[in-house]
């Protein structure tokens, strides 16, 4: 199973007498809120930060909602403090987002093991 389809939030049934209008399908905002970390790139390293493998999880909920646990490559990173904001801001993007919470997490520590077959072919790592 690759990471995007073991991020991909299950179908979840809505209840009866809900307003409707108020929710936005989960799996509809899931490739466009991707795409926009994927604008997201580590100063120092040629590939976007989802294929990096920073992203360790990524919910979204229907009220638009979204969380998102990532790392870092290094946690004494010199924008350590700044990509979670631009995570943010660039997930705020998509229609229908309507708040995004990025957490700093470190455990478990990154490696190259999380890097898309893309990302270690564009750092020249296989």
Request: with cysteine; hydrophobic share 40%; aromatic share 6%.
């Amino acid at each position: 199973m690759d990471m995007e389809q073991e991020m991909r939030p299950e179908p979840q049934q809505t209840e009866t007498g809900t307003d409707k209008s108020a929710e936005v399908d989960p799996h509809l905002l899931f490739d466009p809120i991707v795409a926009a970390i994927k604008t997201v790139y580590d100063p120092e390293i040629p590939v976007d930060i989802y294929e990096l493998g920073l992203i360790y999880r990524l919910d979204v909920n229907e009220q638009g909602l979204v969380d998102i646990d990532m790392t870092l490559t290094a946690p004494a990173c010199p924008v350590a403090g700044e990509m979670p904001v631009w995570v943010r801001d660039a997930v705020l993007q998509v229609s229908g987002v309507r708040g995004c919470e990025v957490n700093m997490v470190f455990d478990p520590p990154w490696d190259k093991s999380r890097m898309s077959d893309e990302a270690q072919v564009a750092l020249d790592m296989f």
